[in-house]
């Protein structure tokens, strides 16, 4: 049969994955790669919670179906964090459903929520599934250039004049994937009113609010009335190291929650129960190893942005998550990001992730994960260096070492 599938011919490829191919045919090679591309946690998930997945496990009858929403228990504990971390009091059985990880959870609130031909405000650049989940369930998506928070929320206006039909729903993401900005309550709140006005459903994406190194990141849940609007996904991924683990929740406006359950009803039986059981400890237990990770985060920051401003590449210093989001260093801004990926890999084994993958106005940078002990940064600005300088001088750069 000639003719591709209809959803796939609107996923371009994703450009991640040359630069992962590439990484992985070099380490076939022998070479040592310093992986600064996907944001995968390398920290161990703290023993607690291991060892509450053991116990969970060896329980006769934590083998069977689990709950599609998720089971009481963590809803309860994902309510009682909000409690905690933002004075937001919800609703287990209405406002909260354990997903499997936020990405699954944003795709199918996607699915639940889309008609063909809606048009969705996203921001770019973003983390993709902002806006191909929307695209996979046949909306249309209006790109709003987001470099900072203040150029996506007063692009917003422009948007909604222009677009047929009227919008139904926009996207937030801070802090930011992948850019790093962070926003504060006041954002939330003209977001919240804008919505409001325009009848818009907000789908706000807060998977890095525990990786900050400045203020505490707000909900947009904190604002008054912004549940009528807005519902808020959230990770166990980078909080707690548990990114292989798949939990992810989404809370907020009863009406999207209720939509997405029915939908997840059809798809999955959650997460396996022990997982969830353990994830309950995460959130319930001692939080100490969120603020080591923190730490540990911070280091790793700041001796990025100290190592590769020595070898020539300013690295802008983020406030929160676990990326810093650079211009392409001087001698390369004639490239694409795309192509300054590949050359990085290929001659100073060093893996970044190129903008573009996360939207046409993300050329023009790389965003760089701090997923290496500091040391392993460290190396990575030395190949770096070696890597500029032999392009200020026009020759080809030898491998790194």
Same mark, same amino acid.
């Given at each position: ?6 959803? $796939?011919?609107?996923?371009?490829? /994703? ?14 090679? @022998? ?18 919670? !291991? ?19 998720? !089971? ?7 309510? +009682? ?30 699915? %639940? ?13 973003? /983390? ?9 369930? @046949? ?11 203040? =150029?996506?929320? +007063? ?24 850019? %790093? ?26 998977? /890095?609010?525990?990786? /900050? ?6 909900? !947009? ?53 022990? !997982? ?10 001692? =939080? ?7 730490? $540990? ?23 929160? +998550? ?13 490239? +694409? ?19 573009? @993958?996360?939207?046409?106005? @993300? ?11 500091? =040391? ?26």
């Amino acid at each position: 049969m000639p003719h591709e599938f209809h959803k $796939i011919r609107r996923l371009p490829p /994703y450009v991640f994955e040359q630069v992962n191919r590439r990484a992985a045919e070099l380490r076939a090679e @022998g070479a040592d790669i310093v992986n600064l591309g996907m944001g995968n946690p390398d920290l161990p998930t703290p023993q607690h919670i !291991i060892d509450k997945l053991v116990e969970t496990a060896e329980k006769p009858g934590t083998n069977r179906y689990s709950a599609s929403r998720g !089971i009481a228990g963590l809803r309860r504990s994902l309510a +009682s964090y909000y409690a905690r971390r933002f004075g937001v009091t919800l609703d287990k059985d209405r406002e909260v459903i354990v997903t499997l990880g936020s990405k699954e959870g944003f795709a199918n609130l996607a699915q %639940a929520m889309t008609a063909p031909g809606d048009v969705i405000l996203s921001p770019d650049p973003t /983390y993709p599934i902002h806006s191909f989940g929307f695209i996979m369930a @046949g909306a249309s998506i209006r790109s709003i250039p987001a470099l900072t928070p203040e =150029q996506y929320l +007063s692009g917003l206006g422009r948007a909604v004049h222009h677009s047929v039909p009227p919008p139904t729903a926009m996207v937030l993401c801070y802090p930011s994937n992948p850019t %790093a900005a962070v926003v504060d309550l006041d954002f939330y709140k003209e977001a919240v009113a804008f919505a409001k006005k325009h009848d818009l459903w907000i789908l706000s994406d807060l998977a /890095y609010n525990e990786i /900050y190194f400045d203020d505490p990141p707000p909900s !947009i849940l904190q604002v008054d009335g912004a549940r009528d609007v807005a519902v808020e996904t959230t990770s166990m991924s980078k909080t707690y190291s548990m990114a292989g683990w798949r939990v992810g929740f989404v809370a907020g406006n009863d009406r999207l929650v209720a939509a997405l359950a029915r939908v997840k009803s059809y798809l999955d039986y959650g997460a396996f129960t022990p !997982i969830q059981v353990a994830a309950c400890a995460a959130l319930d237990g001692p =939080q100490d190893c969120v603020e080591e990770a923190r730490g $540990i985060y911070r280091t790793r920051r700041d001796a990025l942005v100290d190592s590769f401003g020595r070898a020539g590449w300013p690295v802008p210093s983020p406030r929160a +998550s676990m990326f810093a989001w650079a211009p392409l260093p001087e001698p390369c801004r004639a490239m +694409s990001s795309l192509e300054f990926s590949l050359e990085l890999i290929n001659e100073a084994h060093v893996a970044v992730s190129p903008g573009t @993958g996360f939207g046409e106005h @993300g050329e023009g940078y790389v965003r760089l994960a701090l997923v290496e002990n500091d =040391q392993r940064i460290r190396q990575a600005a030395r190949n770096v260096r070696r890597y500029l300088q032999r392009k200020q001088e026009g020759g080809k750069v030898v491998a790194a070492e």
